[in-house]
């Protein structure tokens, strides 16, 4: 089995910084694409950014050129810094990880708790 810890979520100013990280944990052969997901009140699960394992992200437009999301693969590790943040960035923050947890298996995909994040003044 595989787990997935969030952390570095919390109430932030409008224009402010957070920076989330995410470990990876369990049996794991090889961690595949990593992502930052989110979802806020009465709305679905929306994809943030994604990082492929060989580096490539992916973001999505409402966050393009705020928020950077990088890997560290000695740790099974995926962060996601987040600046000029806006109230409409306000979510419950999730990682996904697809990991492959022996050779020649089919991956999966696992998911943390959540993260919280508030943008008020």
């Known amino acids: 089995q595989v787990q997935l810890v969030e952390s570095g979520g919390g109430l932030v100013q409008p224009g402010g910084s957070l920076r989330l990280s995410c470990a990876a944990s369990?049996?794991?052969?090889?961690?595949?694409?990593m992502a930052w997901y989110r979802q806020a009140p009465g709305k679905e699960r929306e994809l943030v950014a994604t990082?492929?394992?060989?580096?490539?992200?992916n973001y999505a437009d409402s966050v393009m050129g705020r928020f950077t999301i990088s890997r560290d693969n000695a740790k099974n590790a995926v962060y996601l810094q987040m600046n000029s943040l806006k109230p409409e960035d306000t979510a419950v923050y999730y990682c996904?990880?697809?990991?492959?947890?022996?050779?020649?298996?089919?991956?999966?995909?696992?998911w943390g708790q959540g993260t919280q994040v508030t943008v008020s003044s």
């Open positions: 369990g049996n794991i052969y090889r961690i595949n694409v």
């Open positions: 990082i492929a394992s060989g580096e490539i992200t």
């Open positions: 996904n990880a697809d990991v492959t947890t022996r050779p020649f298996v089919r991956s999966s995909r696992y």
